[in-house]
């Protein structure tokens, strides 16, 4: 074979290579059990085929898990019970096959997770990359809408939470994400100055959740980490005055619904000493809903977040503090009457869980890291 020949069928190969490598598009982690010790590795591939996901704690692996089917989404759980561990991993579907990656498994001693909301744009986040999170959550409102990307009428398009993730690729592959629904998140039509004749938001949620793997009915859900006492609570509440009507733009919360009835069974019975719950709507609304019923549940737990407002917040009252949080927080404030803390601000909220004692600390910080407002809450 001459040397020409030769550098040609190198050349040749080596493009084939990159372009399989190139093929697998996206790789993100989510949970879909209740529990840490599971975690599931997700991807799209631009040709369609089975999933595997290679996986131990070095890069030659050791272990792996497939899943047969013909598919480009792919959601592949694997088992994770080391603590204190990094673990290696990389994707494939045919001959597609990603890099390797990471991501740390969970903590034995303190443990750190994020929470942010209004994630619009591009915004730059070198406190949250700083903070090192183990668990990265929302207070809804992950993307702008559906329609603008994927036209009006559109429930199954993906494609701004795949913009989502393509614009923090190195975060969503190393850190394990678990959204919780806003309105925006299920908008498929244009809202307009006043209900139109078709509704406007998909209450299913349904690009949304095929995309991310969650546990449970995925538009609500619940994760423990019982080595630190705390259990996270994600409902879909949003928009809640407008229900009924073409705007609605959450699942029923009334006492009869589904749940309303799941929230209360949460925590009614035996639960852990934290307990935190997301949602996306106003507090001062949430709390007095169902004849003050559901702020009553909520006294419950810990603390209830949400990403309703553009701004930072921290409200006190009947025993219990609530937060409000946003990547977008110069918008319009709508304070609390219960207001402790308020101020215009690019903000995003760190949870550190520590033992012996059981504490759960909560920052409210600035996008570079600079804490706003800082708060401890005993595991009771």
């Known amino acids: ?44 591939s631009k040709s369609p085929g089975r999933s595997l996901v290679r996986y131990g704690t070095s890069e030659k692996y050791g272990h792996e898990v497939s899943v047969e089917g013909n598919t480009t989404l ?44 209004n994630w619009r744009g591009n915004p730059k986040l070198p406190g949250l990359i700083e903070d090192d999170v183990h668990l990265l959550l929302t207070a809804g409102d992950n993307i702008a809408n559906l329609h603008q990307l994927c036209g009006p009428g559109n429930k199954q398009c993906m494609r701004p939470y795949a913009e989502l993730i393509d614009r923090y ?21 244009p809202r307009g100055p ?22 449970g009915d995925e538009w609500k859900w619940s994760f423990d980490i019982p080595d630190f006492g705390v259990r ?11 229900q009924g009507t073409t705007w609605q733009a959450c699942h029923a919360f009334d006492k009869s619904s589904a749940q309303f009835r799941w929230y209360a069974n949460l925590v009614e019975r035996h639960q852990p000493p934290l307990v935190v719950t997301l949602y996306n709507e ?39 503090t609530y937060y409000n949080t946003s990547l977008n927080g110069k918008g319009i404030r709508y304070p609390d009457p219960h207001s402790k803390f308020l ?31 800082r708060r401890e809450f005993a595991g009771q």
């Open 343 to 373: 101020k215009s601000e690019h903000c995003y909220i760190l949870l550190t869980f520590s033992k012996n004692p059981l504490k759960m600390t909560v920052e409210l910080k600035g996008l570079d890291g600079t804490v706003l407002d």
């Open 169 to 189: 690729a190195a975060l969503f592959r190393s850190t394990p994400f678990m959204p919780v629904l806003g309105n925006h998140d299920k908008e498929f039509r």
């Open 232 to 242: 996270f609570v994600a409902l879909d509440l949003n928009h809640s005055s407008d």
């Open 194 to 215: 006043k209900p139109p004749a078709q509704p406007v938001y998909d209450i299913g949620a349904t690009a949304f959740r095929r995309f991310f793997e969650l546990p």
């Open 1 to 44: 074979m001459s040397f020409l020949r030769l550098i040609l069928v190198f050349s040749f190969f080596t493009l084939l290579g990159s372009s399989a490598l190139a093929q697998i598009e996206r790789v993100w982690l989510t949970h879909r059990s209740h529990r840490p010790d599971k975690i599931v590795v997700n991807w799209t």
């Open 74 to 117: 792919h959601h592949v759980e694997i088992p994770i019970p080391k603590r204190d561990t990094t673990y290696h991993y990389s994707v494939g579907t045919g001959t597609q096959t990603s890099a390797n990656a990471t991501f740390k498994g969970y903590p034995s001693n303190v443990l750190r997770v994020g929470v942010v909301a």
């Open 282 to 320: 106003q507090n001062v609304a949430m709390r007095s809903r169902e004849g003050g019923d559901w702020g009553r549940m909520l006294q419950r737990g810990t603390i209830a977040v949400s990403g309703f407002g553009y701004f930072a917040e921290r409200a006190e009252t009947n025993d219990l």
